[in-house]
Structure formats: structure tokens, C-alpha cells
């Protein structure tokens, strides 16, 4: 049926199963350090909670900063997963069988990480239930007109529909494992396979449901990330008030899931022997796509500076002037560097396909992808309006180590999720291949 | 002047204070309502208004004390006093932050043989007081106790010089920093009168400065203020001239239209060139031609040519200048101020002087009467004191409220000549580097605890009473001296037992004298209320030409170099904020920015770009500055604000034994000063000394507010050229509101509103004070100043104007703009932020989650946010007002046009029922404006002040970032130009 794999049924199960073996002492090691980089950034967080925000480097015109960026960058990191697994799906590309269960991991943990976010820079976190839309006694709403209401009910669909999406995806694997395993461990798959048969009869609803589940989620890649870049476009800040900002948020949210899908894939198929399943042509095909927004978001760069000029307006000229050459000029021309020329290396062949280089390109476009939302931000906030009001954000170590923290607690969730859920689609990966015949293998 | 609410509230607590104070006892308050008068006469929640007078400096302005029960909360200006006319300076507001200061003697302390005070009680107090005067006395060297006070005036001058008298001395020192020794000096010589004069700014419609700060802190500073804006404000197509000639462009000078920086130590020969220029034009007015020609043969020398050579200023400038001042139907030139005050000081003033001689103001700007600053000590009084204690010639040195460890430079060592006094004490509020010398402190009230009456100027007697019952264990210093003075003297001479007793005697004397027609009770209780008693006829000198004045006066203009080496010239200058020092403990001033350097919590060495260029110095370098007196490391700031060749250093800051927020805040510059009184002006030689800077290879911190020194042609400020304002044309026609999205607010009552005129706004940053006080803002302190967390809901923002050729500074105080459209309310996700129904941009702190989202999409940048839990220390929070509420961390607040302000004037309008009245509300930063800048009111209202002044201000009116189209409820008036030489 398929070129790309010369596998059968059996050696499937049996290889990525062997995916949730109990695990070696690097992964433990690497686990607890991760916990303690999330107790760090916890503590952080709770020195944050009892002192107040204060202890974040924020200040008069810088109102956000780091978290507004993290937050921003991880939802962009969520992006890939339903990208991956539903666009890809709906336009039958078959190279997606073999990463979309992590894409979409990468998505549900990104959105769990972003989520921290905003409770992390609320002023009161302790009220934060306020922003919610739930009837209470004062009769009080939350202000729709507000995008960040728009915000809370973006990403909450979001992480709805890509939950349902992976759980569902998920569970004739599941299925397979819970008929593998033993003990308390066969009661907890046997719920998550929600009484999987296999049968004829569920396999026909079942592929109804998830083209149907797919085409319910493709509009929610394109919304969550315009819905989130209105936090700034509908706002009259120079620098953020612009049409331009749902595609380009979109483009660069792909931009920086791809790169963190091909990060997590090497050394998983490499810890877990999956290089028969994830095979150089899927990573080659990630990176080509990357070319492909790496262009698109440097198309966006400069037609953001191109309309900053033509318009005319003063005050959104000077925001790019001071992008370009003011207190974080270093960050503006490293991520023009970052997102867009270094990807460009892609277009070599030996390059796309040599491991190293891969990785390397894909740390520079997340680094890329955080600075640019970090220049948006901190720039715009900086130098508004009135020049008298003028700040510069610095850093502390309050707001570092919870940064810090949320990489720790992505790259936690997903080690967790390595070892306890199968991370190629068994079923997706067997469709690509030959059926067992009598005659053959 | 109509009786307004608010003045009927004073007098109604004027009444109860009279009647019931007299039997308070000075037990500390133990109850929440801390008086000891029946409870009856206070309703909780109801302010009172006491009227005193403040003493936070020696212009003595009337001010009007808000209780709330049994509390000061807030201090105003008094609007019947005739000095300020209800407008208070920044000091004058953080006088609540003298009355609770943490820092305050709490209780009588002795100093122990081991250097370390104890408390003590009062009996031991006072009988330790009095019993080393005695053994004093009866040595037989009561003629050697020295009685050493500030700047009085009125009772307790005249009890101080009885009860040193008492003791059998004559020595009573009236010791101020900036005692005027030159200003008096050259009146004596000019006029044969020892005085300093009353300037008339109101009266004048041509102003010349020669270096006084007249709207900082020079004399009377607020009360100027008020007569300046009279003489400056446009109205009727007419606005006064102003011209500023001195080497530091202040704030004063920036409100010139012009400023003549000439080179520091000629600006006499500036005046000296414009006298010539006006007598050889024969422009001179009511001066006899004897007196023409023999001020002629003075000046002869002085031509335009020679004058611009000394002064650096272009011939053309000077004649110019001279043809301006000369054609005034009034005009009226000032001279003073510490960059005056040196060696050439009497010669300087009286070449002013000469100025408004020939052009005929002596006697109508500039008149001459009995003014209690006149009998001030002068400086070298003070360097023989200090000789005579190196010289043991003191028994015992008597001081209340003077610092001159602090306020006299370091080589006068006037704490080493302390340290051979045998007995010294301290009648002081405040433990300072001078008290701290002492050998027992008795802790006095603050004036704002204390009765008292005050008479600057002859006839304007302000009444000091009692706010609020005293804070800590400490005593009246008008008591403890009657209580003393009855043991050291002869019991005839304090017949009163208590300072009240004794102030009201004197009023009863003035009564008598005024003819006495009323009985004194309803005198007395409405003096109280009123806050003094304004005599009508005042008995005022026209002096004519002195006959000692000749050539040789002007002799120190002559221009020989001194002796005294260095580079660069060095500028001391009084800090609006802390005026000689005595400011520097209060929180609220501390975070106050300079109007000009706009750097807060310490204080800093300006100088020229070039130089800083030249010698590798930027902003927040640590630079050396050596005279041959003192040497200290100090931040650099480079600003055009000095003339190349000069550097200029604030005095006020450097306190090492002042309280908390004092110690250890900046560096005390006077101590470069050198320490021997000019021979030619009995002063201190403020002027005049040179000075080495050197840079050194570190950095410091020097917390700024400000983002950026120039608008970046934003049209923040705008301004209009004056010749414009006057022709003819339509203004209205080109004004037409733009469209908006969202549907038009629907005001059922009132839509609150404000104008400020820029062309008025000294930049005095009054308001800033003012508003502190009103909202119980925090301070934060230096480090989160740096990081750009100050919480001011108005502050002054001072754009240096970037396409003038001289330096020149425009001031806009920006405060929240109440916009009809506001980003701010959209974006707020819980409905914090809200939009009222009259208008304002209503704030919940209580709804607020704290997602800054509004402060981001403020234009203004006008909302603060909470950063931390703000740190109230007591009993500092005595202070706070009851009405508005304490925010806690992670909230976001605003200005709220005084919410609580317009709440309580429509409910008493309500109560009377009839509609609110326009003028009836006013917000703090309004009520307190010397410039009279800020109007507020009701814009629904057509006939209210600030609809009018939009309406008549056609050619003038603008909002800050119209295109916006924010709508904001804020209407500013554009500055007016005139360009001048």
C-alpha cells in the first residue's frame, strides 16, 4: 500500500509499545530535574503571590512583559498539534500518521502551560474567577467588549476540542495496550479505551467522528491565535494596533509548533527506537514546511515595517525606529536572524536532512519565535504615546525562574505522557501498511 | 470675596476651637476620636477647618487645616489669607508630614555621659532646663546664654525676647540660611532702608528677574506666584512681559519669554548696560534730571558693547531688553535669590534697584514696609556667635527649630564651636544634625499643634491655632517658654500662663488698637476663623536716592577676577522641594521631582552638555567636585539647564541626623561654600566660588520620572505665537468632532470636566503635593522611582522645547483626561474600569484582577498600578483621608477628578436642595494651584467657568493627543510665545 514502510501488524504493536517499558535512569534523572526547575519557578511564583507583582521587572508603561510573551508563545506552540492532525488530516497527507499523536500532545500541554500564564500576571489571582462568564448573585458579566474575555473563551474551546481530539484519536491504541497489560494498569487503559472493540460497527462511527472532530477543529487553528493576537490589535498601542497582526499570530504560532514538534520527535525516535516509524522523509517533510513559514513570517515582518512607513503615522514609525535601533534593538535584529535567515538553510537538502542541523535550525526559530513576541510587546508598551512616559522592562529573577519553570513544566508533561501513552498512532501507522495475508509475513 | 460653603465650615470649627480647646489637656489620645473636647461637637464623617498659618517656610501664607475626626488630614491654602489667597505650595501641603513624621522627638531626652540620649519626663525635663539656667544665672553670665531661632514673627518673636530678656541676655539670634543679607544690604544703600521690599507682581505688566526664583522659593513664593499669574494670564487679548536674566535656566526662568543667560556674577552689569540704554534714550520716568545725570556719570562705563562682552549676551539683547522694560506702563525687576547672593550682591541688587528707580516702580511695584524678615540675622552674626562659643564665651546656647550644623558650611565647623558650650538645648520638633549636638532636647509642637500668631508683613496679622490635638508627649515651645520664663525672670513679665493666654492678650490689644467697636469675643472668634486680621492702611515708605549711593557701589561689577580658582562656576540653589533642608524629611517632597532635572530622592550636579562632553560625562556618572572648603562624589546629570562653563547643585539633600527619609539622600553642596561672611554683604557668599569636577570611573542611580526630555514633535504642548492670539478670525470654524464607533455618552446631570492652562503652569508642582495628600497615594521610595513605579495620579511633564535655539521648558501637568471614549474601559475584562454617568472613568478597585490591560491602552499612561502593598508608616497614616480608600497590591488606580470631592458637593447641594453650584467642587490639584491654571466644573453646564474658558479660548484650546479621538473631559490651553530679542 505504501511505499515509505516495510513493516507488518505485529512488529508495530510490539515496537511502539515498547515506548512504555519502564524507564531508565537518564529519564528519571532528567524528570527530577525538570521538577526541580517547576518548584523553582513555583516558588517564584508564590514569593510573587505573597509580595506582590512588583517582584516582576513590569513597571508604568511596560504593564506586560515576559508572562503576556511565554503565554503568547506557548499558545503558538499549541498550534502545530491540531495544524498536524486535523489540516493535514482533512487534505489526506499520509506523513502525518506517524507524528500527529505528539503534535498533539504538544498541543494540549502547550495550551496547559499557556494557561498558567495568565494567572500567573494577574495582579489578584486570588479574584481570577471573576473573568469568567459564570452567573453569580451581583448579576455582574465579564466585559465581552474586552478581548481578553475573548481570550478565556478562545483557548478554553481550544483546549476542549484538542483534548477531545487526542483522546479520541487515541483509543484503539489505547485499546491494544489495556488488552497487553495487567493489574491496575489494565483498569485505567480499559477507561481511557472507553470499551474499544474493534468491531466493524465502531469502526464505521468511529472515522465518522474524527473527520468530523477534524473539521471542527481546522477553524480553531486559525481562531485561537487570531483571537489571541486581538489582545494587542485591538488596543491602540503604536506597534500593536494593526490588521495585519491574526494572520501573522497564525503564521508564527505554525512557525514555532513545527520546530517544537521536530525538537520532541528526534529524541523520542531515537530513546524509543521509532526510526522505522518516524522516518527522515517526516522530518524532511517538517522542514520543509518550516521553509514554508519561515517565509510567510518574514513576509509579515515586512509588511509590518512596510505599512508602519506608507501609513504615515508618526507615532507607529517611531515604534519601528526604536524597535530597530533602541534598548532592544539586539532582540529585534536576533529574531529577524532567528525566524527567518537561519530557516532559510532548509532549502539545502544535505542540511533539512542532517539531524544536527535540524535541531539547531528549530532551537533558533523557538528562540526567534519568543523574542519576536517579546519585541512586540515590551517595544510597543515602552515607547507609546507620550515621550515623558516613556519606561525600559528589566528581567528579574522572579519572573525568569517561572519562565524558566513553564519550559520545565512542558517538557515535564510531555516526558510523562512518553511513557505512558503510546506516541505513534498505531492504528493510523498499520492503515499505511500491507495487511497480514496468509501469504505473506 | 462671597462666604462659600467651605469657609462656613471653618468658622463654625473656628467657634468650637475657641470655646473648647483652652481645657485640653496634652494627654496622648487614647480613643479612636483623639480629642479631648465633648464628643458632641464632632460628627464622625463631617469635616472641620481650622485656619493657621503656615510655617513650613518665612512667607507665612494662610492655611485652612481639614479635621476629620479629631484628625488633620489635609492642608490648604486659605482663601480670605491676602498672602496666598487659597493657593499653598508643595511644602506647605507636606506640612501633615512634619505633624506626623516618624521621626519627630517623641518625648524629653537628656544626653547621657556616654553620648547616648534617654528619655526622660517633662518635671526632670524642665527642672534640668531650668536649673542649669539658673546656676547660669546666678554666675552671673546670664548676659552669655544665646538664644538661637528661626525666622519668627509676631507673639512668639516678642515672647522669645522677653524670656531672653529673662534670663538676663540680649542675645537673640533670627537665624535663616537664606536671610536676604545682600537684597537688604542694597536696599540700605540704594533707599537708606534696611528692608526687604514687597514686590507687586500682580501690579506689573513687565516683569525682569535677575536670577530670583520668585516662583519657588524666593521670599514669598506663592503669593507671587498669585500676583504672576494676574500679571501673566492672557485675558483680553493681553498678557504680561517676562524676562529672566541669570546663568541656570529654573523653573522660574523657563517661564520666561526670554532668558538672558549671561555669565554668572554679571547679571548686575546686565542691569547696570539696561539703566544706560534707558537713560541715554531718555526713556527714564519720574526721575529728576539731578538724579538722571548722577546715575548717568555711575554708569557710564557700561556701555551695551562693554555689557555684552562681561555678560555674553549680544548688545542688541541688552538694548532690546532695556527699550522693553523702559516702555512698560508698570514694570517691576527683582533681584535675589542665592546665584545674587555673593560678594557682588549689594552691587547687583542695587543696580536693580537703579533699574526700577528711573523707570519709576519704586513705590508702585516695589514698596517699603516693616517686615519681620527685615530683622533677620545676618550670616556673619552667626560666624561670631560661632566665634565667640570656639571662644567659651557662651554659658548655654538656647535653640529651637535651626540647623546651622547643616545649613553653614562644613569649614565654619559651627559642631565643634557646640561641642564648647557647657549646656545646650534643643527646642525642636525634629532631632537634626544640630539638635542632635545638644545636651537635652525638649520636643516642641508642630505649628500645626500650636497657637500662635505670625506677622510677616505689618498689618497682616495671621492667627495660629491648634489643629488637632498634639500627637506625641511633646509641649507647646510658647508654653515651655512662659512656664521657664516665670522661673528665670521676674514673675511680672509672663503674666500669662499658657501661649494661648498670651496670643489672645496680644489680640485683645489689637482690638483695642483697631478701635475696639464689636466686643472681643465675636472679634476673636472671627479672627479664628477667618485666620488673622488684614489691616487696610498699611504704613509704607517711598524712599528716594540714598546719597551714600555713587560709582564705587558698583566697584565688585568691575570685573576683576576673584582669586578663588577652579574651572567651573558654581550655582547653589534652593530645591523647590526642600527649600534650605528643612524639607527633606517629608516622604511626600522627597518623591516630588525636581520641576527641572525631574529626578527625585537625591540630589545631583548639572552640567552643560559641552563640558559633559568634553570630560566624558553622562547622566548618572559619579563625578568629584573639589573647592578648596570640601570635596564629595555626586551624580552627574547633563542637562542644558547651566550655562557652559557653570554647574548648579540643589541644596536641601545630604541630612545625616534628620529621620529616615532624610539621612543619607543626596549630597549637602553648602559645605563647598567658603565658611568666612563676605565683607561687603555680612552674608554667606552663595555666589561666587569656582569649583574642580573630575569624573570618576563609577555609576550611580539617579531616579528619574522621565521617559525623554523633548516631545519628539508630538504636539503634547502646543503653543501659539501671542500676535496671532490677537487678530481677528473665526476659531470655531475648524473644529469639528470627529466620528466615532461608539454611541454618544448620555450625561443625565453632569459631565465633570477641567481645562489647564499651559501658558499659566509654572511647573511648581503643587498640585503633584496636593494630590498625594487628597488620595492617599503611596510613596515608593528611590529604587522602584528607578524602575519607574511612582504612583503620582498627576505629575508635571517638562518637555525642553526642541526646535527653540536657546534652552527653553514647557510644562503640561497630565492627570488622568476622563475621556468619553476611553480605551481604558473596554478593555478591562471585569468592568473595573467603567464609565460613570457623569462623565468620569470610574475605577473599582475592589472588581479589579489587576490585568494592567488598561494602563497599556491609557494613551496618557496616566494609571498606576499597585505593584506592592503600600507601606503606611505610623503615624504617617494618621493622615490618611477618611474618604477615599486605602488600595491594596495588584490593583490599578487613577485620578478620579476627587470623586469624594464632588460626591459631598452634591450631597450638601442636595441637603439645601438646589443644583450644585460652579466652583462649589474643586479638586485638590485645582484648589492648590498658585498659577491658578486649572479650572473644573460641570461642561453641561453652558455658564460654569470651564465651559466659558473653553468657549472664550477659542484660538487656545486643544486636547493632548486629539487625533486619538479619545474625547477626553481634559481641555488644555496652548502656551503663548512671544519671541523677544
Redesign the interface.
Known amino acids: 500500500m505504501t511505499e515509505d514502510y516495510s513493516l507488518n501488524y505485529t512488529d508495530t504493536d510490539i515496537d511502539l509499545m515498547q515506548s512504555l517499558k519502564a524507564p531508565g535512569k537518564g529519564y528519571w534523572f532528567l524528570l527530577v530535574f525538570l521538577l526541580l526547575l517547576i518548584a523553582a519557578g513555583a516558588a517564584a511564583w508564590g514569593v510573587q503571590i505573597a ?4 517582584v516582576a ?8 512583559a515576559m508572562y503576556i510573551t511565554t503565554f503568547v508563545f506557548w499558545v503558538g506552540i499549541a498550534h502545530s498539534g491540531t495544524l498536524i492532525s486535523a489540516i493535514l488530516f482533512l487534505f489526506r497527507v499520509k506523513w502525518r500518521a506517524a507524528v500527529y499523536r505528539s503534535a498533539e500532545a504538544v498541543t494540549i500541554f502547550g495550551l496547559a502551560t499557556a494557561g498558567l500564564f495568565p494567572f500567573i ?4 489571582v486570588w ?2 474567577h ?2 469568567l462568564p459564570v452567573p453569580n448573585f451581583g448579576g ?1 458579566w ?2 465581552f ?5 475573548w481570550d ?1 473563551l478562545a483557548i478554553t474551546t481550544y483546549l476542549t476540542a484538542s483534548t477531545l481530539f487526542f483522546t479520541l484519536g487515541m483509543m484503539p491504541d489505547v485499546a491494544i495496550v489495556r488488552d497487553k497489560t495487567r493489574g491496575w494498569r489494565k483498569k485505567v487503559y480499559g477507561l481511557l479505551a472507553m470499551g474499544w472493540q474493534g468491531s466493524d460497527n465502531q469502526w464505521r462511527h468511529y472515522t465518522a467522528a474524527y473527520v468530523f472532530l477534524a473539521a471542527l477543529s481546522t477553524p480553531l487553528v486559525i481562531s485561537v491565535h487570531s483571537i489571541v493576537s486581538w ?1 494587542f490589535a ?4 503604536p506597534g500593536w494596533h494593526s490588521t495585519i497582526f491574526a494572520p501573522y499570530f497564525v503564521a508564527g504560532a505554525i512557525h514555532s509548533g513545527l520546530a517544537m514538534v521536530v525538537l520532541l520527535l528526534i529524541p523520542m525516535r531515537k530513546a524509543f527506537k521509532l526510526e522505522k516509524y518516524i522516518t527522515g522523509h517526516h522530518l524532511e517533510s517538517l522542514a520543509k514546511f518550516i521553509i514554508f513559514t519561515a517565509l510567510v513570517v518574514g513576509f509579515a515582518y515586512s509588511i509590518e515595517l512596510f505599512v508602519s512607513w506608507y501609513s504615515g503615522n ?2 507607529e514609525r ?1 515604534i519601528f525606529i526604536y524597535r530597530m535601533t533602541g534598548d532592544y534593538a539586539w532582540a529585534f535584529w536576533l529574531l529577524i536572524t532567528t525566524n527567518v535567515l537561519v530557516p532559510m538553510l532548509l532549502w539545502s537538502r544535505k542540511i533539512r536532512t542532517s539531524i544536527p542541523w535540524l535541531v539547531g535550525i528549530c532551537i533558533s526559530v523557538e528562540i526567534g519565535m519568543w523574542l519576536e513576541r517579546f519585541v512586540i510587546i515590551v517595544t510597543s ?1 515602552a515607547h ?9 522592562y528589566k528581567p528579574t529573577l522572579v519572573d525568569s525562574l517561572i519562565v524558566i519553570g513553564s519550559f520545565a513544566w512542558f517538557f515535564f508533561l510531555f516526558m510523562v505522557f512518553s511513557k505512558t501513552l503510546p506516541v505513534v498512532s498505531m492504528w493510523e501507522v498499520k492503515e499505511q501498511i500491507n495487511p497480514p495475508t496468509k501469504s505473506g509475513r | 470675596m462671597e462666604l462659600q460653603r467651605r469657609d462656613f465650615l471653618k468658622i463654625i470649627g473656628a467657634t468650637t476651637v475657641a470655646t473648647t480647646l483652652p481645657g485640653c489637656g496634652i494627654k496622648q489620645p487614647k480613643s479612636l476620636i483623639p480629642y479631648v473636647i465633648p464628643e458632641e461637637s464632632i460628627t464622625p464623617g463631617k469635616s472641620v477647618w481650622y485656619a493657621s498659618v503656615c510655617q513650613e517656610c518665612p512667607a507665612g501664607c494662610g492655611i485652612s487645616v481639614r479635621v476629620r475626626e479629631g484628625r488633620a488630614v489635609k492642608v490648604e491654602g486659605n482663601p480670605l489669607h491676602p498672602t496666598n489667597d487659597g493657593a499653598l505650595c508643595a511644602r506647605g501641603q507636606a506640612a501633615l508630614q512634619g505633624l506626623y513624621n516618624p521621626d519627630r522627638v517623641q518625648h524629653p531626652m537628656r544626653k547621657g555621659e556616654d553620648g547616648k540620649w534617654r528619655a526622660i519626663s517633662w518635671d526632670e525635663a524642665l527642672k534640668t532646663f531650668v536649673d542649669e539656667l539658673q546656676k547660669i544665672q546666678k554666675a552671673g553670665k546670664g548676659g552669655d546664654v544665646v538664644l538661637l531661632s528661626g525666622h519668627v514673627s509676631g507673639a512668639l518673636e516678642e515672647l522669645l525676647g522677653t524670656w531672653i530678656a529673662a534670663v538676663g541676655s540680649k542675645n537673640h539670634l533670627r537665624y535663616e540660611p537664606f536671610a536676604h543679607e545682600s537684597l537688604r544690604k542694597a536696599q540700605s544703600v540704594t533707599f537708606g532702608v534696611d528692608a526687604v521690599p514687597f514686590y507687586d507682581f500682580a501690579a506689573a505688566d513687565t516683569v525682569i528677574a535677575f536670577d530670583a526664583d520668585f516662583l519657588e522659593t524666593w521670599i514669598s513664593p506663592v503669593e507671587y506666584a498669585k500676583g504672576f499669574t494676574r500679571h501673566r494670564g492672557y485675558t483680553n487679548g493681553k498678557r504680561g512681559t517676562y524676562l529672566f536674566v541669570g546663568p541656570r535656566l529654573s523653573m522660574t526662568a523657563s517661564n520666561a519669554d526670554s532668558w538672558f543667560s549671561v555669565n554668572p556674577g554679571t547679571e548686575g552689569v546686565f542691569a547696570l548696560g539696561m539703566v544706560r540704554v534707558i537713560l541715554e534714550e531718555k526713556k527714564e520716568k519720574g526721575v529728576s534730571a539731578a538724579d538722571a545725570l548722577r546715575i548717568s556719570s555711575m554708569v557710564s562705563s557700561f556701555s551695551p558693547d562693554a555689557v555684552s562682552k562681561r555678560t555674553g549676551v549680544p548688545a542688541e539683547a541688552i538694548r532690546q531688553a532695556a527699550l522693553i522694560f523702559a516702555s512698560s506702563s508698570s514694570g517691576l525687576a527683582v533681584a535675589g535669590g542665592t546665584m545674587v547672593e555673593g560678594d557682588s550682591g549689594v552691587a547687583t541688587i542695587a543696580a536693580v534697584n537703579l533699574l526700577n528707580y528711573i523707570c519709576g516702580n519704586i513705590g508702585k511695584t516695589v514698596t517699603f514696609g516693616p517686615s519681620s524678615l527685615s530683622r533677620l540675622a545676618s550670616y556673619d552674626e552667626l560666624a561670631l556667635l560661632a566665634d565667640q562659643m570656639n571662644g567659651e564665651k557662651v554659658a548655654a546656647l538656647v535653640m529651637t527649630d535651626v540647623n546651622p550644623v547643616f545649613d553653614t558650611p562644613d569649614g565654619l565647623d559651627f559642631a565643634r564651636a557646640m561641642q564648647r558650650v557647657p549646656f545646650i538645648v534643643s527646642l525642636s520638633s525634629f532631632m537634626s544634625e544640630t539638635s542632635e549636638l545638644a545636651n537635652l532636647i525638649l520636643p516642641t509642637h508642630t505649628p500645626l499643634e500650636s497657637w500662635g500668631d505670625v506677622e510677616v508683613r505689618e498689618g497682616v496679622h495671621g492667627l495660629m491655632q491648634p489643629a488637632m490635638q498634639p500627637v506625641f508627649d511633646t509641649r507647646m515651645l510658647g508654653d515651655l517658654l512662659l512656664e521657664s520664663g516665670q522661673k528665670l525672670g521676674r514673675t511680672g513679665n509672663f503674666p500669662h500662663r499658657t501661649m494661648y493666654d498670651f496670643v489672645r492678650a496680644r489680640w485683645m490689644d489689637l482690638h483695642k488698637r483697631l478701635g475696639g467697636k464689636s466686643d472681643f469675643e465675636s472679634f476673636w472668634v472671627e479672627c479664628l476663623a477667618r485666620g488673622g486680621y488684614w489691616e487696610k492702611s498699611r504704613s509704607e515708605s517711598h524712599p528716594s536716592l540714598s546719597q551714600n549711593l555713587n560709582s564705587a557701589t558698583f566697584e565688585p561689577l568691575a570685573g576683576k577676577e576673584t582669586a578663588k580658582g577652579g574651572t567651573f562656576d558654581l550655582i547653589l540653589y534652593p530645591s523647590i522641594a526642600h527649600y534650605d533642608g528643612r524639607g527633606a524629611n517629608r516622604p511626600w517632597l522627597q518623591e516630588l521631582p525636581d520641576p527641572m532635572a525631574m529626578n527625585v530622592w537625591d540630589s545631583w550636579l548639572e552640567i552643560h552638555p559641552q563640558d559633559a562632553a568634553a570630560a566624558g560625562i553622562n547622566t548618572g556618572d559619579v563625578v568629584q567636585i573639589s573647592s578648596p572648603y570640601a570635596r564629595f562624589e555626586i551624580a552627574a546629570h547633563v542637562s542644558t539647564t547651566v550655562k557652559p562653563g557653570a554647574v548648579a547643585i540643589p541644596i536641601g539633600q545630604g541630612h545625616t541626623a534628620y529621620g529616615r527619609y532624610a539621612n543619607n539622600v543626596g549630597r549637602n553642596p553648602i559645605d563647598l561654600l567658603d565658611p568666612k561672611p563676605s565683607e561687603r554683604t555680612g552674608g554667606l557668599e552663595w555666589a561666587g566660588m569656582k569649583v574642580e569636577v573630575v569624573k570618576r570611573p563609577y555609576q550611580t542611580i539617579l531616579a528619574t520620572v522621565s521617559g525623554s526630555d523633548v516631545q519628539h514633535n508630538r504636539g503634547i504642548i502646543q503653543s501659539v505665537p501671542l500676535d496671532e492670539l490677537s487678530k481677528p478670525g473665526n476659531s470655531e470654524a475648524d473644529k469639528e468632532q470627529a466620528l466615532s464607533m461608539y454611541p454618544e455618552q448620555e450625561y443625565p446631570h453632569h459631565r465633570w470636566g477641567m481645562t489647564i492652562d499651559i501658558d499659566k503652569c509654572t511647573g511648581c508642582s503643587a498640585c503633584v503635593t496636593a494630590c498625594y495628600a487628597e488620595n492617599n497615594i503611596p510613596i515608593v521610595g528611590k529604587e522602584e522611582v528607578n524602575n519607574g513605579r511612582e504612583m503620582a495620579w498627576i505629575r508635571i511633564e517638562r518637555y525642553f522645547d526642541e526646535q527653540s535655539p536657546v534652552p527653553r521648558a514647557d510644562f503640561a501637568p497630565m492627570l488622568c483626561q476622563q475621556c468619553d471614549d476611553a480605551p481604558c474601559e473596554t478593555v478591562c475584562p471585569v468592568y473595573a474600569a467603567y464609565h460613570t454617568e457623569e462623565g468620569l472613568n470610574g475605577q473599582v478597585y475592589n472588581r479589579c484582577i489587576g490585568t494592567r490591560y488598561c494602563a497599556n491602552n491609557c494613551p496618557y499612561k496616566v494609571r498606576r498600578f499597585n505593584w506592592y502593598e503600600a507601606e503606611w508608616v505610623e503615624p504617617l497614616n494618621w493622615q490618611l483621608n477618611p474618604d477615599v480608600t486605602v488600595r491594596t497590591k495588584g490593583v490599578m488606580e487613577k485620578c478620579t477628578f476627587c470623586v469624594q470631592r464632588i460626591v459631598e458637593g452634591k450631597n450638601t447641594a442636595r441637603n439645601e436642595q438646589r443644583p450644585v453650584r460652579d466652583g462649589e467642587i474643586v479638586p485638590a490639584c485645582a484648589q492648590t494651584c498658585p498659577a491658578e491654571a486649572i479650572t473644573f466644573g460641570d461642561l453641561k453646564d453652558r455658564k460654569s467657568r470651564v465651559s466659558e474658558l473653553i468657549a472664550e479660548e477659542g484660538k487656545r484650546d486643544y486636547r493632548i493627543l486629539e487625533e486619538l479621538n479619545t474625547r477626553p473631559a481634559v481641555t488644555y490651553l496652548k502656551a503663548i510665545k512671544r519671541e523677544i530679542a
Open positions: 509580595e506582590g507583582i512588583g521587572g513590569k513597571n508604568n508603561p511596560v504593564g506586560w500576571h494577574l495582579g489578584r479574584v481570577a471573576w473573568i455582574l465579564p466585559n467588549r474586552s478581548p481578553l474575555a478565556v489582545d485591538m488596543s491602540i498601542v508618526p507615532f517611531a508598551l507609546d504615546y507620550l515621550p515623558y512616559a516613556w519606561g525600559i
